[in-house]
C-alpha cells in the first residue's frame, strides 16, 4: 500500500505590507513601493507563501539597483516576513501563512563621482554631463557615459566598437564612486553589399537604385539611416529593415542584410464635406502602390462638387504616377493628367492638363518639384462667355516644414513656395504666377500652453492683363483658408456687374491659442485680406477682414477638432456671422 500526502499551498488571506526609508525623497520611496513584488503583491496576484517569500527574494536585488540608480552605494534592505529575515527563510520549509511583510531600508550617504574617466574617445564626442568629477554618481550616468563613448567611435566609422571592460570603485569612507570606461573601437570599416531578403514583389535593382547603399563608403550611422528612410518614402513596404552583419569581411568591409515586407498593394478611400452654402463634396481615391513591381504609385482620384450647394455641380478626374526608381536615390519622376469643371459664383472653367516633372527630397523637412507640360481650359466669368486659353506651363515647388506638428504646431515654420512661367499659345498670352505662403509658431516657452500662430499669403500674376488670364490663376479673397468672416472668394475686382480675379493678393492671419485643459483650447483671431487689379498690391486695392473664436479639440493623432465662429469687421463683402467646423488647425 503507497499513502500519497499532497501538500496544498495555504493562500494569503491578507498580506499586510510596510516599506520605510527614512532621509529618503517622497518620490524614491513611491518608485521602490511601486517596483517592490511584495508591496505589489495582490496586484501581481501573488498570493500564496511560496510565492511571496519569492517575491521578498528577488526585491532585495531590485530594491538595492533601484537605490544605485539614484546614487546610493551603501544601502542596507531588510525585508521581514512576519518578522523574520526573508533572506534566511528555506524555500522548501515555508510558513503555511504570512501575514506582514516590512520592509526596511537605510539608504546611506548619496555617492559623488571622483574619478570619472571614458577612454579612448573618438574626436567631437560628447559625453553626458551628469558623468563628471563631483556630479551625483548614478548607474544611469555611467550607463549614458559608455553609449556615448561607443557611438562616439560608430559615428568615426567603427562599426564594431564596444565596451571592453568597467572599473567601477566605491570608496565609502568618502562617499565616492570612481568609474573608468575602456572602449576597444576596432577597425575603421567601408560599408559592403546590401543583400535583400523577405517577400516582395519590388524588383531587386529597383530596390537597389532607390536605395542609393554607399557601397566603399567609410561606415556612418547617418548614412544607413537615410538608406532606410528613402525606402519607407516610397510608401510600397510595410517593413524595412537593415540589419548590419555580426562580422567584418576580411577586406575591411561591412555587409548588410535588407529585409522587406510590402504593405497592400491596393488602398482605397472615401471622404465626404459638407458645406452651408456649397452642399456636399464626396471624394474617393484609388492607389496602387507596386504597378510596375518597380515601387511606383498609381494615384487615381476623382470627385463630385457641389452636391445640393448653391452652385451648379462640378468635379475632377485627376491621375499621378510616381517612379522612385529613375533618378537618383533622392529624386524621383512623375507624370500628371486632370481634368476638371470648377463652377464658383464667379466664374466657370473647364480644364485639362498634362506634365511631366521630377521631384528631389533634400531631407525629411525640404523638397522641390519641377514639371513641364500643356494646360488647356475653356472660361466663362465677368470679361465675356466661352473664353479660350491654351498654355505651355513649366510650375516650379518647394516646400520647406520645419513645424513640430503637421496638425497642431506649436514652435517652428513652413514655407510653400510656387513660381510657374505659361508661355501661351494660339491667341493666349504668356506670364509668370508666383504664390508663396508662410507659416511661423512660437509658444514663449509655455510648453505648448499658449501658442502665437502668425500666416502670411502672397500672390501675383505678372505679364498680361486681368483679361487676359485664366480665371483660375488669379486670385480672390475670403473664406477658410484666407479670410474667416467673409464669404468664400467674396472679394476679387469689380467688372460691370460681375466679379473678377485680382492679379495680386496679400492674406495675413494671426492666432492666439491658449490650453484651457490638456484637450480643449481656446482661440481668438484675426484675418486681413486684399487684392489688387495690378500684379503688386497699391493703394487703391479692395480690402476686407474677419475676426472671431474658436474651440479646439484635441483628437490625438488626428490633429484637433477645429470650431470657429467668425464675423466681418471691414470691408463691403460680408454682414453675417460665419462658422468653420474641420480637423487640424485653420494653418
Not at 540589419?243 to 569581411?249: G, M, P, S, Y
Amino acid at each position: 500500500m503507497a499513502v500519497v500526502v499532497a501538500l496544498a499551498p495555504t493562500t494569503l488571506a491578507a498580506l499586510e505590507t510596510t516599506l520605510t526609508a527614512p532621509g529618503a525623497s517622497k518620490e524614491l520611496v513611491e518608485r521602490l513601493k511601486e517596483t517592490s513584488s511584495v508591496t505589489t503583491a495582490e496586484k501581481r496576484g501573488l498570493d500564496t507563501p511560496l510565492e511571496i517569500l519569492s517575491a521578498a527574494l528577488s526585491d532585495y536585488r531590485t530594491l538595492v539597483q533601484i537605490l544605485y540608480d539614484e546614487g546610493y552605494f551603501s544601502p542596507v534592505v531588510s525585508i521581514k516576513l512576519d518578522g523574520q529575515e526573508a533572506a534566511e527563510l528555506s524555500s522548501l520549509s515555508v510558513p503555511v501563512q504570512i501575514k506582514r511583510a516590512a520592509i526596511t531600508i537605510e539608504t546611506g550617504p548619496s555617492f559623488k563621482f571622483g574619478a570619472a574617466t571614458v577612454q579612448p574617445l573618438a574626436a567631437d564626442t560628447e559625453l553626458p554631463e551628469a558623468f563628471a568629477t563631483g556630479k551625483l554618481a548614478t548607474t544611469g550616468a555611467i550607463q549614458q557615459a559608455a553609449s556615448a563613448g561607443v557611438q562616439g567611435w560608430r559615428d568615426a566609422g567603427h562599426a564594431k566598437a564596444d565596451v571592453a571592460g568597467q572599473t567601477v570603485i566605491a570608496r565609502h569612507a568618502q562617499a565616492r564612486l570612481d568609474a573608468q570606461i575602456d572602449l576597444d573601437p576596432g577597425r575603421r570599416l567601408t560599408f559592403g553589399k546590401m543583400f535583400i531578403k523577405g517577400d516582395t514583389d519590388v524588383r531587386h535593382r529597383s530596390i537597389e537604385k532607390i536605395a542609393g547603399f554607399p557601397s566603399g563608403d567609410v561606415y556612418s550611422p547617418e548614412k544607413i539611416q537615410k538608406v532606410g528612410t528613402r525606402l519607407r518614402r516610397t510608401g510600397t513596404f510595410n517593413v524595412v529593415s537593415l540589419q548590419e552583419r555580426e562580422t567584418a569581411n576580411p577586406d575591411g568591409t561591412l555587409d548588410f542584410d535588407a529585409t522587406f515586407e510590402d504593405l497592400p498593394k491596393r488602398r482605397l478611400t472615401f471622404g465626404v464635406e459638407l458645406a452651408s452654402r456649397d452642399g456636399v463634396d464626396v471624394t474617393a481615391t484609388w492607389t496602387h502602390r507596386n504597378m510596375f513591381r518597380r515601387a511606383e504609385r498609381l494615384r487615381f482620384e476623382a470627385a463630385i462638387r457641389n452636391i445640393g450647394g448653391a452652385e451648379d455641380i462640378d468635379g475632377r478626374i485627376g491621375l499621378r504616377l510616381d517612379q522612385p526608381d529613375r533618378l537618383g536615390p533622392d529624386d524621383n519622376t512623375f507624370w500628371s493628367a486632370l481634368l476638371e469643371r470648377r463652377n464658383t459664383e464667379n466664374y466657370n472653367v473647364t480644364l485639362a492638363s498634362l506634365a511631366y516633372g521630377a521631384r528631389r527630397t533634400f531631407s525629411d523637412n525640404l523638397y522641390a518639384e519641377a514639371s513641364a507640360g500643356f494646360q488647356w481650359s475653356d472660361a466663362d466669368d465677368a470679361y465675356g462667355s466661352g473664353r479660350k486659353f491654351r498654355y505651355f506651363i513649366v510650375p516650379f515647388r518647394s516646400e520647406w516644414d520645419k513645424r513640430d506638428s503637421k496638425v497642431s504646431a506649436t514652435r517652428g515654420f513652413y514655407l510653400d513656395s510656387q513660381v510657374m512661367p505659361f508661355v501661351g499659345f494660339s491667341g493666349t498670352d504668356t506670364g509668370i504666377r508666383l504664390f508663396f505662403d508662410s507659416r511661423a509658431y512660437t509658444s514663449l516657452g509655455t510648453g505648448g500652453r499658449l501658442v502665437l500662430a502668425g500666416r502670411a499669403q502672397l500672390g501675383s500674376v505678372i505679364g498680361p492683363p486681368a483679361d487676359g488670364v485664366t480665371p483660375d490663376f488669379l486670385f480672390f479673397s475670403g473664406g477658410a483658408g484666407t479670410v474667416r468672416g467673409q464669404p468664400f472668394e467674396s472679394l476679387g475686382i469689380p467688372v460691370g456687374t460681375g466679379i473678377a480675379g485680382g492679379k495680386s493678393f496679400i492674406g495675413l492671419s494671426g492666432e492666439i491659442r491658449g490650453k484651457v485643459t490638456d484637450s480643449l483650447s481656446l482661440v481668438g483671431f484675426y484675418d486681413y485680406g486684399v487684392v489688387d487689379t495690378s500684379s503688386f498690391i497699391g493703394s487703391g486695392a479692395e480690402d476686407h477682414s474677419g475676426a472671431g473664436i474658436g474651440v479646439r479639440y484635441d483628437l490625438g493623432g488626428f490633429g484637433p477638432l477645429r470650431f470657429d465662429l467668425a464675423y466681418p469687421v471691414s470691408g463691403p463683402t460680408g454682414d453675417g456671422l460665419q462658422f468653420y467646423i474641420g480637423i487640424g488647425q485653420a494653418f
